[in-house]
Nanobody, 126 residues
Framework: QLQLVDAGRDLARPGASLTLSCAASGGTVNSYGVAWFRQAPVEELSFVAAIRWNNGATYYADSVKGRFSIARNRANSAAVHLQMNSLQPEDTAVYYC??????????????????WGQGTQVTVSS
């Protein structure tokens, strides 16, 4: 069974950059679509970004488009990274990586993903 571990530096100032990593054990994420979701306090889980397993197509929430980038680690097929630039206080949330085989219409749907990381807190504050 695939197990995901999401990690990354958890505190940044506005305008700074962070990279989150999603590492897999018990398998490879190469055959799965991988997404990042986030949940801010008192808010619902929301989609951030995803990368398809078959063609590498990427998808982003409007709130992060142009600032965040999702990519597979070419040297390590068991990892996917989320590069977050120009961070803003509203990016503060617990970030979760997830793996599954969603179709295009469900790429942003949490229920389309089978495996989830434990979550990593990201705080953006001056």
């Amino acid at each position: 069974q695939l197990q995901l571990v999401d990690a990354g530096r958890d505190l940044a100032r506005p305008g700074a950059s962070l990279t989150l990593s999603c590492a897999a054990s018990g398998g490879t994420v190469n055959s799965y679509g991988v997404a990042w979701f986030r949940q801010a306090p008192v808010e619902e889980l929301s989609f951030v970004a995803a990368i398809r397993w078959n063609n590498g197509a990427t998808y982003y929430a409007d709130s992060v488009k142009g600032r965040f980038s999702i990519a597979r680690n070419r040297a390590n097929s068991a990892a996917v990274h989320l590069q977050m630039n120009s961070l803003q206080p509203e990016d503060t949330a617990v970030y979760y990586c997830a793996a599954g085989r969603p179709i295009t219409s469900t790429i942003a749907t949490p229920g389309a993903y089978y495996y989830w990381g434990q979550g990593t807190q990201v705080t953006v504050s001056s």
